[in-house]
């Protein structure tokens, strides 16, 4: 009997139809990018059990076929390969490319998934450390009900669970309490003088009671507002009750009025007026145009590494205040040496150039028009600047994933209230132990310039530099940037020029001494 209630529900199991295709359910699923591994879980075996699929999940691998083999289990046996091949399949489908190079292969879909767990990078201190300070900041603003309110914090607390931090009840119902207004003074005193605890299901419930309760009752706030705009005019009342007009002697009323006509305009030259108030100043301006004011919201006025990359939406183009990284970059001249802050602090821009950023995924981003500003105190990258190049963000669990055409281009985590990139480990580091500052005269020049190294041996010829090159005495050099040397031509100018001088050809033809002296004190043979 046992076989033949295996063989009807294999048969049940192929008879089921598939309701789409599986590339349609893998669209709906969320891609793994190695952070939201709970998240990709749940949704697999959801479509997995839609499609009836989820047979290797729970069954293991049943025993190879024999030819004693029953009727049951060769049908067992297949549909539990059907289930493991197409599982494998749709797991593959939603996972980033970067990630799914790494994993180990492996041909069993239930030791897949549990491979892609151990690649989740969930529990991670920083998220713990921003969980916990929400925990204990947040605030009931009225924005939405209590019990959303108090659902939110729940929710917080059994996420600190899952990164082994455990909240007790007793702290999450006192956290709860010190996020309420003012207007809930009379609950927290009766809480306060009982001697019985609340769990946090009592006090949700309590909390819901008291909201409905003050917000029948109404509140008592007065809210004064006062207008005193020019054009009003003012009244007084008769005897009646009535409100006439207040009649003002406008010969008795002085109005202290500064003369301005003494003072000159320092722009346009006019008297009158004060040169912030020119009117052609502000035309001037507004034909003109600002160049490279951007905004950059400093949040956290904190020291940080110098290493490290954040995501900025108000800023208007990337900044950063290290000049290791750079490709190229050049000096900013004029009016364009400045950039203006949200609080409308100005900080010198030094350069302007392209930096290479390398994410945790080996990838790298060239950000354009990069401005260097020592003064700044965070690397930031313009939101609005990679959605102009075609990049797109999926943000959720206080983590964020950047994508370009479907591409996992990288990741960042919330540290602080900002989004911080996830660089290259290699990166990173050289980033943190290069501190020399570097010259911005000019961009960085390559160790396999030609024309670098004919400056660094004293501006030899260039046959000279091929034969060093030849004997493996220099490395392999480009000599596509070799080209005519000015400082050269400028040395071998004369203020006359003397005909009839012929060019040495001999080795050691021509020998160049300087004599020097006579000198006060003698050499050990009595020279001077």
């Known amino acids: 009997m046992a076989s033949q209630g295996l063989m009807y529900q294999s048969t049940l199991l192929l008879a089921v139809p598939i309701s789409a295709s599986l590339h349609t359910h893998a669209?709906?699923?969320?891609?793994f990018n190695g952070h939201n591994y709970t998240e990709w879980c749940e949704q697999i075996q959801f479509h997995l059990g839609v499609?009836?699929?989820?047979?290797?999940?729970?069954?293991?691998?049943?025993?190879?076929?024999?030819d004693t083999s029953s009727e049951g289990e060769i049908s067992v046996h297949t549909a539990w390969e059907r289930s493991n091949r197409l599982s494998l399949m749709l797991m593959r489908m939603?996972?980033?490319?970067?990630?799914?190079?790494?994993?180990?292969?492996?041909?069993?879909?239930?030791?897949?998934?549990?491979?892609?767990?151990?690649?989740?990078?969930?529990?991670?201190?920083?998220?713990?450390?921003?969980?916990?300070?929400t925990l204990t900041t947040i605030k009931f603003d009225g924005s939405r009900s209590m019990y959303e309110h108090v659902m939110e914090m729940t929710n917080i607390a059994a996420r600190l669970k899952s990164l082994e931090m455990k909240v007790d009840d007793s702290f999450l119902v006192q956290f709860?309490?010190?996020?309420?207004?003012?207007?809930?003074?009379?609950?927290?005193?009766?809480?306060?003088?009982?001697?019985?605890?609340?769990?946090?299901?009592?006090?949700?419930?309590?909390?819901?009671?008291?909201?409905?309760?003050?917000?029948?009752?109404?509140?008592?706030?007065?809210?004064?507002?006062?207008?005193?705009?020019?054009?009003?005019?003012?009244?007084?009342?008769?005897?009646?009750?009535?409100?006439?007009?207040?009649?003002?002697?406008?010969?008795?009323?002085?109005?202290?009025?500064?003369?301005?006509?003494?003072?000159?305009?320092?722009?346009?030259?006019?008297?009158?007026?004060?040169?912030k108030d020119c009117s052609k100043r502000k035309a001037w301006f507004?034909?003109?145009?600002?160049?490279?004011?951007?905004?950059?919201?400093?949040?956290?006025?904190?020291?940080?590494?110098?290493?490290?990359?954040?995501?900025?939406?108000?800023?208007?183009?990337?900044?950063?205040?290290?000049?290791?990284?750079?490709?190229?970059?050049?000096?900013?001249?004029?009016?364009?040496?400045?950039?203006?802050?949200?609080?409308?602090?100005?900080?010198?821009?030094?350069?302007?150039?392209?930096?290479?950023?390398?994410?945790?995924?080996?990838?790298?981003i060239d950000l354009e028009i990069c401005l260097y500003v020592p003064e700044c105190a965070r690397n930031l990258v313009s939101v609005a600047k990679l959605d102009s190049l075609g990049?797109?963000?999926?943000?959720?669990?206080?983590?964020?994933?950047?994508?370009?055409?479907?591409?996992?281009?990288?990741?960042?985590?919330?540290?602080?209230?900002?989004?911080?990139?996830?660089?290259?480990?290699?990166?990173?580091?050289?980033?943190c132990n290069v501190e020399s500052r570097i010259g911005i005269t000019r961009s960085a020049p390559k160790e396999n310039s030609a024309f670098l190294?004919?400056?660094?041996?004293?501006?030899?010829?260039?046959?000279?530099?091929?034969?060093?090159?030849?004997?493996?005495?220099?490395?392999?050099?480009?000599?596509?940037d070799f080209g005519i040397c000015v400082d050269c031509i400028k040395g071998k100018q004369t203020k006359h020029t003397k005909k009839g001088a012929t060019r040495s050809t001999q080795l050691l033809e021509i020998i160049h001494t300087d004599i020097c002296g006579p000198f006060d004190v003698p050499s050990f043979g009595n020279q001077r």
């Not at 669209?27 to 891609?31: G, K, P």
């Not at 499609?51 to 024999?66: C, F, N, Q």
């Not at 260039?462 to 034969?467: D, L, V």
């Open 94 to 133: 939603t996972i980033a490319s970067n990630i799914k190079s790494t994993l180990p292969p492996t041909e069993n879909a239930k030791d897949f998934i549990k491979l892609v767990g151990e690649r989740s990078q969930t529990a991670d201190k920083s998220l713990a450390g921003t969980l916990m300070a």
């Open 453 to 480: 190294w004919y400056k660094r041996l004293g501006h030899i010829s260039k046959e000279r530099i091929q034969r060093l090159v030849k004997n493996e005495i220099l490395p392999g050099l480009d000599f596509t």
């Open 51 to 66: 499609l009836e699929l989820d047979l290797t999940l729970h069954v293991d691998k049943p025993a190879a076929i024999t």
């Open 286 to 364: 507004e034909k003109k145009g600002t160049h490279y004011v951007s905004v950059s919201f400093e949040l956290n006025l904190m020291e940080v590494p110098n290493n490290t990359w954040w995501l900025d939406s108000g800023a208007t183009t990337h900044v950063s205040h290290i000049v290791q990284g750079f490709s190229t970059i050049q000096p900013i001249s004029g009016t364009e040496r400045f950039l203006f802050m949200g609080n409308r602090m100005k900080a010198r821009i030094e350069g302007i150039g392209t930096y290479r950023l390398i994410l945790d995924t080996s990838c790298h």
């Open 176 to 275: 709860v309490l010190n996020s309420l207004p003012p207007e809930y003074g009379p609950f927290q005193m009766n809480y306060n003088t009982m001697k019985d605890k609340w769990n946090v299901n009592e006090l949700h419930s309590m909390l819901v009671q008291e909201e409905t309760r003050l917000k029948n009752q109404g509140t008592h706030s007065v809210h004064l507002i006062t207008n005193q705009g020019a054009g009003k005019k003012v009244g007084r009342k008769n005897k009646k009750g009535k409100q006439g007009q207040l009649k003002v002697n406008e010969s008795s009323v002085q109005i202290n009025k500064k003369d301005l006509s003494h003072l000159k305009c320092r722009f346009c030259g006019k008297p009158g007026h004060f040169q």
């Open 27 to 31: 669209s709906f699923v969320s891609m």
């Open 391 to 431: 990049f797109y963000f999926k943000i959720g669990d206080n983590c964020f994933s950047l994508f370009k055409n479907n591409d996992l281009y990288g990741s960042g985590i919330l540290i602080d209230s900002l989004y911080h990139f996830n660089l290259n480990n290699e990166f990173a580091e050289i980033m």
